[in-house]
């Protein structure tokens, strides 16, 4: 135990507070780009942006965010009205992954900007590098979306936004403070993508526990009793070769994304850690009950949109509360060659052997999923 009788591998109530951020306070304190420059941001986006996680040394529309995260990604939600759309604009040094959360967004791309599609709740899209590109909400309905940016080999987190004038609304102060530029028009400018091949459909989405049963030969059973009922992989590294290396689509290194199902009724995995990587939730509907700790020992209660950013090697354990199923959006990043190693305790790897035998155990720790918690927390402390 630490000197205030914090457990390793526990949050402290203050920490958990320091990394619970609730919806709509997302608001940090001082100066946050993206606010303190609102009116360039809605001449540019067509609404608002609100940083919710992100590195200290990150710069751009997400800086100086509430929540701290590993400086590979960084995250934060869009407002559009109804209607509203943004201006052309492309990510040179990132590729952005956009979730639908309400309404319905168009987002319009390819050279002369024929090409279309429409994501609707749940649907994610990830746009590669330098891929142009506009975000329209739909007549009638105002959209909803939370967007992660993963930056690439030598990248950053800058825009640059088609005009044949800069905007009125737009300052020399806020496009510096915004890591943004503005450029002509220009069919030629940017990344040809099929960005066909690089949506998700919540409703077609698949869980791992699915294909760890087909490639890995791990009971679905086994794999429910350690993670939410469900998880969908959404995205991982190129290279990735642990639990979601089924998922549908690959990005730069540093990140991977997933949606977790759990029924109602106290539904969710045992606590757990990460070796390397920070792990964030971003709930999307219901009620939830986050946990840290070996037993549990400090809690918070969120519900739609509320985030908790879980650092590397803390015990973390989450419920859906209500009597539905719910989701969470799971964000999960670390360094360039993250590992990911996910650790339970010793008991729950006595249970799994008991019940599935001593062939799980060691297929469950060739994706990097181990029942040693105890060991490597002690180690750390």
């Given at each position: ?38 009116s ?24 100086r ?20 759309r ?9 590729f ?13 791309y ?9 994501l609707?709740?749940f649907?994610?899209l ?10 329209h909400?739909?007549?009638?309905t ?25 905007p009125?609304?737009?300052s ?56 939410a009922?469900?998880?969908?992989p ?9 639990r ?10 540093g ?35 986050f ?8 809690s918070?209660?969120?519900e ?23 989701h ?14 996910v ?12 019940r ?22 002690s180690?750390?402390?």
């Open positions: 135990m630490d000197d205030n009788g914090i457990r390793p591998g526990t949050l402290g109530p203050q920490q958990m507070q320091e990394r619970f951020a609730r919806f709509p306070d997302y608001e940090a304190g001082g100066q946050v780009p993206a606010l303190a420059h609102a360039a941001v809605q001449a540019l986006w067509g609404g608002k942006l609100t940083p919710i996680m992100a590195g200290a040394a990150v710069q751009g529309r997400f800086a965010a509430k929540l701290p995260a590993p400086d590979s990604a960084c995250t934060g939600m869009l407002d559009l009205p109804a209607g509203a943004s201006m052309v604009y492309r990510n040179p040094g990132a952005e992954n956009i979730l639908c959360l309400d309404g319905s967004l168009e987002i319009v390819g050279p002369d900007l024929s090409l279309s599609m429409t609707g709740r649907d994610m990830s746009i590669p590098a330098d891929v142009r590109h506009s975000l909400a739909k007549a009638g105002a959209a909803r979306a939370v967007m992660v940016l993963n930056i690439v080999e030598q990248g950053d987190y800058g825009a640059k936004f088609e005009a044949a004038t800069v009125e609304a737009v020399k102060a806020a496009l510096q403070a915004l890591q943004l530029s503005i450029e002509p028009p220009s069919h030629d400018s940017g990344a040809a993508a099929d960005l066909a091949a690089r949506v998700a459909r919540f409703a077609t989405l698949v869980p791992y526990k699915s294909s760890l049963s087909a490639t890995a030969g791990i009971p679905p059973e086994a794999t429910e009793m350690l993670s009922g469900s998880v969908f959404l995205i991982v590294p190129e290279g990735h070769v642990g979601s290396r089924t998922a549908p689509m690959y990005g730069p290194q990140l991977y994304l997933s949606i977790a199902k759990c029924v109602g009724g106290d539904d969710g995995p045992p606590p757990h850690a990460h070796s390397d990587t920070q792990e964030s939730f971003f709930v999307l509907d219901g009620e939830w009950e946990a840290t700790g070996f037993d549990r020992e400090c918070v209660q969120a739609a949109y509320d985030v908790l950013a879980v650092p590397t090697r803390v015990m973390r354990a989450f419920k859906n509360k209500g009597n539905k199923p719910a969470l959006f799971v964000i999960i990043q670390g360094p360039k060659k993250m590992n990911d190693t650790s339970f305790a010793s008991h729950i790897g006595d249970e799994v052997k008991r599935f035998g001593q062939e799980t155990i060691e297929a469950y720790s060739r994706i990097k999923m181990t029942f040693d918690a105890e060991e490597r927390l180690a750390d402390a």
